[in-house]
């Protein structure tokens, strides 16, 4: 639903192609209970950086998959203070070695989470040793994590196994430590929080044995603890299309489009999310739009 009272709603065009959409709602269910007290705050995800990336056809203009991501970064800049997200979440397919001569440049927090392309030893180990506050170290490494901002729970899961598969699962020997549906379980049933799910590669709603999400049983015991337990909201990339926003039981999901290519020639961008003490209000900021072609 369009909500265009709120100055989160503004239309944010700076930098970006001439028109260029910013598609935003709030939430209709889904919202914490009456009477929470919340610390508003902004976050972002982005998806699918391909930081190692060339230019892509009919994208040119707008550089390498570092540039592209770099150009999210300077868009939240040009936000008003107020509107700035206080840490993006990383939903995949990152290229960490890509990234990492840049890091210097993002001011912005970062939590990422392993995409299949983060499905080798070398870039899997790389994209742990960038993020060490998640990730862990020495013994104490794990793909998967929460962190606690502003006292809603981020839960980042990894979906991404060996070898770069692009069917997701939860258990791989590339994925550590074990038990990650087990923590998920009891991550799920701690009571009275917010919760926010973020991971690569996302599930298949009807449950079935597809290629480019969740495998079938992971698809089909993931959604169902969704349903029982009700996170706030999830997000998901990998699909290089246009972002879509759907429900899992009384949860929002939202598979979002990548900032560095889409199929379709889905124009580019990312999200911004604005947490309230009523819900979660989603904004899509455009980056770039395809050359319309001769
Ligand atoms: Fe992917």
């Known amino acids: 639903m ?47 950086p391909h930081c190692a990336e060339g230019p892509r056809a009919g994208l040119e203009g707008y550089g390498d998959g570092a540039d592209k991501l770099l150009r999210c970064f300077e868009n939240m800049e040009t936000l008003p203070a107020g509107e700035r997200p206080d840490f993006a979440l990383l939903a995949g397919d990152i290229h960490p070695a890509a990234l990492a001569p840049h890091l210097d440049k993002i001011k912005t927090p970062l939590h990422a989470v392993a995409g299949n392309h983060e499905g ?7 994209l742990r040793s960038l993020f060490p506050e998640d990730f862990g170290s020495g013994a104490d490494q794990r793909d998967y994590f929460r962190f606690i901002h502003k006292g809603v729970h981020f839960i980042g899961l990894c979906d991404a196994g060996m070898g770069g598969e692009h069917v997701g699962q939860f258990s791989s020997e590339l994925i550590t430590p074990p038990g990650q549906c087990d923590w998920l ?14 991971a690569h590669i996302p599930p298949a709603l009807d449950g079935g044995d597809r290629n480019m999400y969740m495998a079938r049983n992971d698809s089909r015991w993931f959604t169902d603890l969704v349903r029982k337990t ?5 997000f998901f990339g990998h699909l290089h299309r246009a972002t879509e926003e759907y429900k899992i039981g ?22 911004l999310v ?13 980056t770039g739009e395809y050359r319309p072609k001769q």
Do not use: Y
Request: hydrophobic fraction near 45%; proline fraction near 6%; charged fraction near 20%.
């Open 120 to 126: 080798a030893p070398e870039s899997r180990g790389l």
């Open 185 to 198: 379980e009891a991550e799920m049933a701690i009571p009275g929080t917010r919760k926010v799910i973020f």
């Open 250 to 271: 009384a949860s929002r999901s939202v598979n979002l489009r990548s900032c560095c290519w889409n199929f379709q020639e889905a124009p580019i961008g990312f999200m």
């Open 230 to 234: 009700a996170p706030e909201m999830l």
């Open 2 to 48: 369009k909500n265009n009272s709120s100055p989160f709603n503004r239309r944010h065009f700076l930098g970006m192609a001439a028109g260029a959409a910013v598609i935003s709602h709030r939430a209709a269910t889904g919202n914490p209970p009456a009477g929470t007290h919340q610390e508003s705050f902004s976050f972002a995800v982005i998806a699918d």
């Open 274 to 286: 604005r947490v309230t003490a009523h819900g979660m209000e989603v904004q899509e900021m455009i």
